[in-house]
C-alpha cells in the first residue's frame, strides 16, 4: 500500500510540473494586464521544437532552447497583436492556438515522415530521472528508514529536471511578483496603468516583459511534455493542458502559491487515471482510465461554474492601453 502512495505521489509532481509553468505563465501574462488563452499553443510549439530538435541533435538541451524560442516568437506576436496594434487578445490567443496546431502537425509530417510525429528520442534527448544519493542507506534508520527512504529516493529524488524546475518557479515567482520593484511595477500595470504612466514607466514595456516571461514558461512546458513524459512528439499531445492550466491559475486567483495546489489537484487525477489503467475491479471488469482522463476537464468546468464569479482578475486585464496625450 506504501508503495502505491508514492508512486501516485510522485507522479502527482511529474504530471503537474507542466500545468505549474503554464499556469505561471499565465499568471505573469494577465498581470500586465494581457490576457493569454494562447497558452496551449506555445506549449505545444514548444513541445514540437524541443523534439525535432531533440532528434535531430540528440541533445536534450538544444531541445529546450529550441522549445524556448519557438514559444517566444509566438508569445511576442501575440504581444505585438495585443499591446501594440491593441488588438482583441483573446482573438489573438485563439489565433496562436489554432497556428500551432496546424504547423506543428505539417512540419513533423514534412520533415520526419511519420504521420505527424517526431522519431523516438535517444536517451541523450530526454531529460531522464535524477537519482538523489543516499536513499539506500536511509532505509536502513529505524521505524521512519522505509518511509524517509521512499520519499527521499522516489518522491523528491527520482524526477526529471523540468520537474525541479517548475517547483522551483513557484516561490521564485511569489518573490519577483511581491518582493522586487519589477514585480510591483508589473502588477500596476495590470492593475492601473495609468497611474504607471504618469509614474514616467512605459507600460508596453511592462507588458511585452510578462508576455515574454509568460512565453519562456510555455517552452519549458512544452520541452518537458515532449522531452521528459514523453519521448518524442505526437500530434497534439498537449492536450488541453494549456486551458486547464488558465483554469488553475483563475482558481487560484491569479496568486503563485494557490495556483500551485490548484495544479497539483489536477495532477493527481492524472496520476490516478495511469494507474489504474489495466485494473480489473470485482464484478465491473477492467476499470474505465477514459472516465479518470476526463475528471480534470470536468473538474475544470464544475470548479469555474462555482468559483469564478469570486476570483477577482486584474482591473485592466484584457484592455489595451491607449496613452492619453
Not at 121 to 127: I, K, Q, T, V
Amino acid at each position: 500500500m506504501e508503495d502505491v502512495v508514492f508512486s501516485v505521489v510522485a507522479a502527482t509532481l511529474r504530471t503537474s510540473a507542466p500545468l505549474i509553468l503554464a499556469a505561471l505563465a499565465g499568471l505573469f501574462s494577465e498581470r500586465s494586464g494581457i490576457v493569454d488563452v494562447g497558452l496551449e499553443g506555445k506549449i505545444l510549439l514548444g513541445a514540437f521544437a524541443a523534439a525535432a530538435t531533440a532528434a535531430v541533435t540528440g541533445n536534450v538541451y538544444a531541445g529546450l532552447l529550441a522549445a524556448v524560442l519557438s514559444s517566444l516568437v509566438f508569445g511576442l506576436i501575440h504581444g505585438f497583436s495585443a499591446i501594440t496594434l491593441r488588438g482583441n487578445q483573446v482573438v489573438s490567443g485563439m489565433a496562436v492556438n489554432i497556428l500551432a496546431s496546424g504547423l506543428t502537425a505539417v512540419l513533423a509530417l514534412s520533415w520526419f515522415q511519420q504521420g505527424g510525429q517526431t522519431p523516438p528520442l535517444p536517451p541523450a534527448g530526454r531529460f531522464l530521472a535524477i537519482p538523489f544519493p543516499g536513499a539506500e542507506a536511509l532505509h536502513e534508520v529505524p521505524f521512519l528508514g522505509p518511509v524517509i527512504g521512499r520519499l527521499w529516493g522516489t518522491v523528491i529524488g527520482g524526477q526529471t529536471l523540468p520537474v525541479y524546475i517548475a517547483f522551483l518557479a513557484v516561490p521564485v515567482s511569489a518573490w519577483v511578483l511581491y518582493r522586487t520593484r519589477f514585480g510591483l511595477r508589473l502588477r500596476a500595470a495590470g492593475e492601473n496603468p495609468a497611474a504607471v504612466d504618469t509614474a514616467g514607466i512605459s507600460v508596453v514595456r511592462l507588458r511585452y516583459a510578462g508576455v515574454a516571461i509568460a512565453a519562456v514558461l510555455c517552452g519549458v512546458a512544452g520541452a518537458a511534455i515532449s522531452t521528459a513524459q514523453g519521448a518524442g512528439f505526437v500530434r497534439d499531445m498537449v492536450a488541453g493542458r494549456g486551458f486547464i492550466a488558465l483554469a488553475a491559475m483563475i482558481l487560484g486567483k491569479w496568486r503563485p502559491w494557490p495556483t500551485l495546489f490548484t495544479c497539483l489537484l489536477f495532477g493527481v487525477l492524472d496520476a490516478v487515471a495511469i494507474r489504474m489503467q489495466g485494473v480489473v475491479l470485482p464484478g465491473i471488469g477492467e476499470f474505465p482510465v477514459q472516465l479518470v482522463q476526463a475528471l480534470p476537464y470536468l473538474l475544470t468546468v464544475v470548479l469555474l461554474a462555482g468559483f469564478v464569479g469570486r476570483s477577482i482578475p486584474p482591473k485592466a486585464s484584457g484592455t489595451p492601453y491607449v496613452k492619453e496625450r
